[in-house]
């Protein structure tokens, strides 16, 4: 038998997603959680050996609509090694008519020599870590890349990648409105096909964390960061980009469909350290420590770490609050159909207070964000999450 079971025989469709999982980075960001090892390249062979072996538990190929790797940094692998990565991807996920296969890279990675391997395995969409492009604020993040290595990275990306994509982090401590205009100005500058958008974080066991604690830095308040959100807004739209997801946009055709995967509910498959799959109803995580995933793998055993079977209630509650992530939002009456539970019946006293506080609204049986939602979306989830 399997060690790990990742086709659960239910009547749930088979996935047409998949996720990997890759822990490498030069080293951690201040700001990062992420699951990775940060100058562990010793680790490369073993892991790429135990994802080899982890995906062969599937037993057969499964075809895939979309394919993406992400991190930690993929393109931080040496070119021989992101070849070989890329291969045991495609292997056990081929890729479908009309797929998208997306990598997660970071500026200072991309040569030509890995924009060559990238193009030979059929990878149509990059997203680039940029963050900023002011030096300042680039150091302060702790990355390692500069404006310039930013724009070296897209002009070698487009004449093979159909779409690249920019993160962009704002309010970082000290930053201006004036200060966050400006990477929108130089994100633009590069006409990106794709612009993510994220306020920073500052998650506990990061260092940006403890330094907070610590009064080393401080947070932005709301009110700046909330302009600073609503600018991102206003300019990206203004400037042909679809705001699809709260903190997604995209030029038109360019939305990220592996994304649009989970936000929709769907099942997926995934593999690596850390990697999160949905398949037959079930949520299964891997061990965060890539050690750990690495000595379960060579051992023969699972490397499950948490596993959750969703009832149909709870499986309606997650799909609605994913849903209302995405600024096109829930059609109330597919989402009868397809759940088995009606909008208003699991959001109850909440749904109604949001609506009546006008953070959402219904338009043409279709429950969505409105403007103000959309900028305390974060608070309102767990609200319909609870029984």
């Known amino acids: 038998m399997k060690p790990a079971d990742?086709?659960?025989?239910?009547s749930f469709a088979e996935p047409r997603a998949a996720y990997i999982h890759v822990p490498f980075c030069a080293h951690r960001c201040g700001y990062c959680n992420f699951t990775l090892v940060a100058g562990r390249d010793e680790l490369i062979e073993p892991y790429l050996a135990a994802l080899a072996k982890e995906l062969s538990w599937l037993e057969t190929p499964r075809p895939v609509d979309t394919l993406f790797i992400g991190g930690g940094t993929p393109t931080h692998l040496p070119p021989q090694d992101l070849d070989r990565l890329l291969a045991i991807a495609r292997q056990w996920f081929p890729l479908a008519d009309g797929f998208e296969f997306s990598v997660e890279a970071n500026p200072i990675d991309i040569d030509a020599e890995r924009v060559a391997v990238l193009a030979a395995h059929g990878v149509n969409r990059v997203s680039l870590g940029a963050q900023s492009f002011r030096l300042e604020k680039l150091r302060l993040l702790e990355r390692?890349?500069?404006?310039?290595?930013?724009?070296?990275?897209?002009?070698?990306?487009?004449?093979?990648?159909?779409?690249?994509?920019l993160d962009l982090i704002f309010g970082?401590?000290?930053?201006?409105l004036e200060d966050w205009q400006e990477d929108l100005a130089a994100a633009l500058r590069l006409?990106?096909?794709?612009?993510?958008?994220?306020?920073?974080?500052?998650e506990r066991g990061t260092t940006f964390f403890s330094r907070r604690s610590h009064g080393a830095i401080q947070q932005l308040g709301e009110d700046v960061e909330r302009t600073m959100y609503e600018y991102a807004i206003d300019t990206l739209t203004s400037h042909g980009y679809e705001h699809y997801?709260?903190?997604n946009f995209a030029q038109t055709g360019h939305r990220c469909r592996h994304n649009e995967v989970y936000w929709n509910a769907d099942v997926y498959f995934a593999a690596g350290p850390g990697a999160a799959r949905y398949v037959g109803g079930v949520r299964e995580t891997n061990h965060r420590s890539t050690l750990a995933y690495l000595k379960r793998i060579e051992q023969g055993a699972s490397p499950v770490a948490e596993?959750?079977?969703?009832?149909?209630?709870?499986?309606?509650r997650e799909a609605l609050?994913?849903?209302?992530?995405r600024l096109d939002g829930v059609q109330q009456e597919e989402f009868a159909a397809r759940f088995g539970f009606a909008v208003n019946e699991l959001g109850g006293a909440a749904l109604a207070a949001h609506l009546r506080h006008g953070l959402l609204e219904i338009q043409d049986d279709r429950l969505r964000l409105t403007r103000e939602?959309?900028?305390?979306?974060?608070a309102l989830w767990g609200e319909y999450l609870r029984h």
Do not use: C, K
């Open 6 to 10: 990742l086709t659960s025989a239910t």
């Open 144 to 165: 390692d890349h500069t404006a310039g290595v930013i724009q070296n990275a897209v002009a070698l990306l487009r004449p093979v990648v159909r779409s690249v994509s």
């Open 172 to 176: 970082a401590p000290g930053e201006t």
């Open 191 to 202: 006409r990106p096909d794709h612009v993510s958008t994220y306020g920073l974080t500052f």
């Open 245 to 247: 997801e709260v903190s």
């Open 307 to 316: 596993s959750e079977s969703l009832g149909a209630e709870d499986r309606a």
């Open 321 to 325: 609050v994913l849903g209302l992530r």
């Open 373 to 378: 939602g959309l900028l305390v979306s974060d």
